[in-house]
């Protein structure tokens, strides 16, 4: 018996030492900075490089904070198909990422949470138009004509500048469009029908344009331009300065960005990317660490020299007008000449009406 | 031939019988040109995809055809997630495969030799999930799986399990066609005899029929695989994070951009389909299995 009373004795320190030990972990692990120990935090996104650049920049500051960062990767259209099924129970995901022809949408079927900036420090270096109510613009990017410069010396003819130079008979069968179901299709789509004269409403302009361009080839993942311009398929293509720049970075293609007109006043169409926490998330601060973290002028300045897209942050759009030539050259750089750009308002367009509009003129 | 050249009477008639002599070889030249034609048709996307993965220019985004300089530097690039998302793929066609033939083995059984009415019909039904479009069992099975939560507390959306069954249910189809159209052609009379002869129903299914349908199985069995390695449609509503199949890996991947570890990750991908094909002819032998179709 008196054996055993250390033993018991032991025991009883330990277990009250387990206990104390319990109560405080999640003290302590706040304290030491780790406020999401054992949260997994799931983000609807792109995949491929896209997801890489973030798994690589934006996971390790999460995690530092104690969750573990999982992507779920899909078109926006899926992630928003997924939500739609899973609506009244647990959600899918807990931070989405979705475009600007979706975020009216997505915010009106209230799948999109009220931000509460006060937990996004970094917001306060972000552009005011970014700051929806229930999603913040992460990235934007400046739909143009991006053309072979060599090609176009070659051939005689001088930079674009709208649309319709893009229907030249010279350039026949050597044009890429964004096709309307691929990232940047719904964006270029509406750029060339106001161009054209049309509006979101009426689209049949448009399509008239894209009519005139003989042999036109249509890309629905932006990869097709880089490949074509190197392959010399093509010599101009309508699309975002992000695929220009890669040609250029990575393909060593020789080609320069031109905004096409698109009224008196406006030149180049604006597409922006919105980060979204989903309604219904039991991860929101680790969601809205996410948010931040995605804000974050390391990572805007990584992502952009990276994917050519435009940050919001004002710090990081500042830092590259010094740091990248090639993303200089490409981009209107000053605030002035983007707020010329034309923004599509998607609000109350029918979407459906395009896709059927378009398959009847286009596809066929 | 006359001194200038001109052919004479004699070299006509020595070249007549000649040309006629040379047409079935004209025929047979012919067929072996159609052949090489269909074989190049066949086999040109993946030596441009293996070919364009040895590439050693530091050339992104482009397919380069032939390459310039061979190197090896696109398999050291091949991303993590390809090699994560292919040990998957490869387990979940192994396991609906299997799956598959353990369904549609007694389903096709069933069909063939049941006596009642409404046979055709029923195996049209059976055949359904091959007319359905994909993307709509994708997202028919992702709601299902939510309903069936609903009830039940037990949630498959987002898990191995549910993907699997999503696979399955493409999969079965392809193994009860090769099994009926082989029990079709099936003689029950060797059956009748091992009957006959006192083997009992189990052991006359083990011992007669089932080795008699075998290719028909193993056709099914490698269909049922090869449905569920190359399925994107279903998969992209039913993966998750942690378990992304290698089809809706590169999918993605190549929608937001493209560069040749996509082509070195599909090589490995040919070569190691290959060398299961060569296992399937040394143990099983590829004409049995195309036979059975």
């Known amino acids: 018996m008196t054996a055993t009373k250390p033993i018991l004795s032991a025991l009883a320190v330990l277990a009250s030492a387990i206990t104390v030990l319990g109560a405080v972990a999640p003290d302590a692990a706040q304290a030491q900075g780790r406020p999401f120990e054992g949260v997994t935090l799931r983000v609807a996104t792109f995949g491929g490089p896209w997801r890489d650049d973030l798994v690589k920049n934006v996971s390790p500051k999460l995690e530092a904070m104690g969750a573990k960062v999982e992507y779920v990767i899909g078109s926006p259209q899926d992630n928003l198909a997924k939500i739609i099924a899973a609506r009244g129970r647990d959600v899918p995901f807990d931070v989405v990422e979705v475009l600007d022809a979706q975020v009216d949408q997505a915010v009106e079927a209230g799948f999109l949470r009220r931000i509460d900036y006060s937990k996004i420090p970094n917001i306060a270096q972000v552009e005011d138009w970014a700051r929806h109510p229930n999603a913040v613009g992460n990235w934007l990017t400046q739909e143009v004509i991006c053309y072979d410069k060599g090609k176009f010396a070659e051939l005689g003819l001088p930079a674009p500048t709208s649309y319709r130079d893009l229907a030249d008979p010279k350039l026949a069968n050597r044009v890429m469009l964004a096709d309307i179901t691929g990232g940047g299709g719904l964006a270029n789509f509406a750029g060339m029908t106001y161009a054209a004269g049309g509006d979101t409403k009426n689209v049949r302009p448009g399509l008239d ?19 074509g311009f190197k392959s010399g398929d093509i010599w101009a293509a309508v699309a975002h300065t992000g695929w220009c720049l890669r040609a250029i970075k ?24 919105w980060l979204g926490i989903v309604e219904g998330t039991k991860n929101q601060a680790a969601a809205e ?17 990276n994917s050519g897209v435009w940050p919001v942050n004002k710090r990081a759009a500042q830092r590259l007008r ?9 981009n209107l750089i000053e605030p002035a000449e983007m707020n010329r750009m034309l923004r599509i308002d998607y609000k109350g367009v029918n979407i459906n009406s ?11 | 031939m006359s001194a200038l050249g001109e052919p004479t009477s004699s070299t006509i008639a020595r070249a007549v019988p000649r040309a006629r002599l040379s047409l079935p070889r004209l025929g047979t030249l012919a067929k072996i040109a159609w052949v090489s034609f269909a074989y190049l ?12 993965s040895l590439d050693g220019t530091e050339v992104y985004s482009k397919v380069m055809f032939p390459p310039e300089r061979l190197s090896l530097q696109w398999y050291e690039r091949i991303p993590d997630a390809h090699y994560r998302a292919l040990a998957l793929s490869l387990g979940l066609a192994a396991a609906v495969s299997l799956g598959a033939c353990l369904l549609g083995i007694p389903a096709a059984l069933g069909v063939v030799r049941g006596r009642f009415p409404g046979k055709s019909l029923l195996l049209a039904f059976f055949r359904a999930p091959m007319q359905i479009p994909a993307v709509v069992t994708g997202v028919a099975f992702l709601k299902l799986y939510y309903l069936v939560g609903d009830v039940t507390g037990l949630f498959l959306n987002a898990t191995f399990a549910g993907l699997y069954l999503g696979h399955l249910f493409v999969a079965v189809p392809y193994v009860i066609g090769t099994v009926v159209s082989v029990l079709q052609r099936f003689n029950s009379r060797l059956e009748e005899a091992a009957l006959s002869m006192g083997a009992g129903p189990w052991r006359t299914f083990r011992r007669v029929t089932l080795p008699t349908i075998m290719p028909g199985v193993h056709a099914g069995a490698l269909y049922a695989f090869m449905v569920s390695f190359a399925d994107v449609p279903i998969s992209m509503f039913l993966t998750a994070p942690g378990f ?17 570890s996509v082509l070195a990750s599909a090589s490995l991908v040919i070569v190691f389909s290959l060398l299961l094909l060569l296992a399937v002819q040394r143990v099983i032998g590829l004409d049995n299995v195309v036979r059975s179709k």
Request: glycine letters at 8%; aromatic letters at 14%; zero cysteines.
């Open chain 1, 354 to 364: 395009w896709y059927d509009q378009w398959n009847r003129a286009i596809s066929r």
């Open chain 1, 322 to 330: 010094t740091e990248d030539p090639v993303f200089v050259a490409l």
């Open chain 2, 244 to 260: 992304v199949t290698y089809p809706v890996e590169l999918f993605f991947g190549i929608e937001t951009d493209f560069n040749p």
């Open chain 1, 250 to 273: 990575f393909a060593g293609a020789n080609v320069a960005s031109a905004h096409p007109r698109i009224s008196d006043t406006q030149r180049g169409v604006i597409k922006v990317g």
């Open chain 1, 289 to 305: 660490a996410f948010v931040n973290a995605y804000l974050d002028e390391e990572f805007q300045v990584a992502f952009a020299k």
């Open chain 2, 41 to 52: 048709f066949l086999l040109a996307p993946m030596i441009v995809v293996m070919g364009s």
């Open chain 1, 209 to 227: 344009l894209i009519r005139t361009i003989k042999g036109a080839k249509f890309w629905k993942a932006g990869g097709d331009v880089v490949t």
